[in-house]
């Protein structure tokens, strides 16, 4: 079969600038390079073609590949991750990062932007808001592993992925129930995970309704993968305005 859009389909790919790779989905690949992080989930990664998962280049390069296909794609600044815009470079007070030291090279949040500190001149900051990789050509080698058909398949791997771990769910009359641990509102991402999962869902796998179940159990449960709960859980606004400020796609 072919891959279309609208498709759930895994590949395994290296993406690399000047030669050189900055990503891969094989652990073994990316320990050879030295770019192996023990918070990466490794394997074949899935990818809901449409969903903006991929820069435009790539996505269109799988469109109307066969399911076993494997290939090399070298993509223009303008259909990866854009070209720079010198008007994205800000100067900003010191004050503004209070707490924080800023450093060039370092990544901010500012104004629901995500920027690079590139100097520091006085007691103002330079931000270059582009993205990190904007006005360079990308290339990818990629092999698309496999499709997935089931419907129920679908859901647990858009689980899997945007929620990070596993959970209980299943489809009752075009609604997706899905149940996890209490525990997690106690963690501030997993509001932001919820509302995405939940989007992800109904756009993707046309069900009407998300419904989410608090489970409570005996059993201490731990969200390997989610980074520790603060002092207190934020609101949802709270944290749809730090995620703004502290966001990276997924590549």
């Known amino acids: 079969m072919t891959v279309k859009n609208g498709d759930f389909i895994r590949i395994d790919y290296t993406e690399m600038v000047d030669g050189q790779v900055i990503a891969a989905t094989d652990e073994a690949v990316a320990k050879e390079k030295g770019i192996f992080s023990e918070d990466t989930a490794y394997g074949p990664h899935l990818i809901v073609l449409g969903a903006?998962?991929?820069?435009k280049g790539f996505e269109e390069d799988l469109i109307g590949k066969e399911i076993g296909y494997s290939g090399r794609v070298e993509i223009a600044p303008e259909n990866a991750f854009g070209l720079r815009d010198p008007k994205k470079v800000e100067m900003f007070p010191?004050?503004?990062?209070?707490?924080?030291?800023?450093?060039?090279?370092?990544?901010?949040?500012?104004?629901?932007?995500?920027?690079?500190?590139?100097?520091?001149?006085?007691r103002k900051v330079s931000v270059d808001f582009n993205h990190p990789l904007a006005d360079?050509?990308?290339v990818y080698e990629y092999k698309i592993v496999e499709s997935i058909e089931e419907l129920q398949e679908k859901l647990n791997a858009l689980i899997k992925t945007f929620a990070r771990m596993d959970l209980e769910a299943e489809i009752k009359d075009d609604i997706a129930v899905i149940t996890a641990p209490w525990e997690l509102s106690y963690y501030k991402e997993w509001l932001?995970?919820?509302?995405?999962?939940?989007?992800?869902?109904?756009?993707?796998?046309?069900?009407?309704?998300v419904h989410y179940i608090e489970k409570h159990t005996g059993e201490r449960f731990k969200a390997e993968l989610i980074s520790p709960p603060g002092k207190e859980p934020l609101s949802e606004e709270a944290a749809a305005e730090e995620q703004a400020g502290e966001e990276v796609s997924s590549a």
């Open 136 to 138: 360079r050509t990308i």
């Open 94 to 122: 010191a004050n503004r990062f209070k707490e924080q030291k800023p450093y060039p090279g370092m990544r901010v949040g500012i104004e629901n932007r995500t920027g690079t500190v590139t100097r520091l001149i006085g």
């Open 192 to 209: 932001m995970i919820r509302r995405g999962l939940a989007d992800m869902i109904i756009q993707h796998l046309g069900l009407k309704e």
């Open 52 to 55: 903006g998962q991929l820069v």
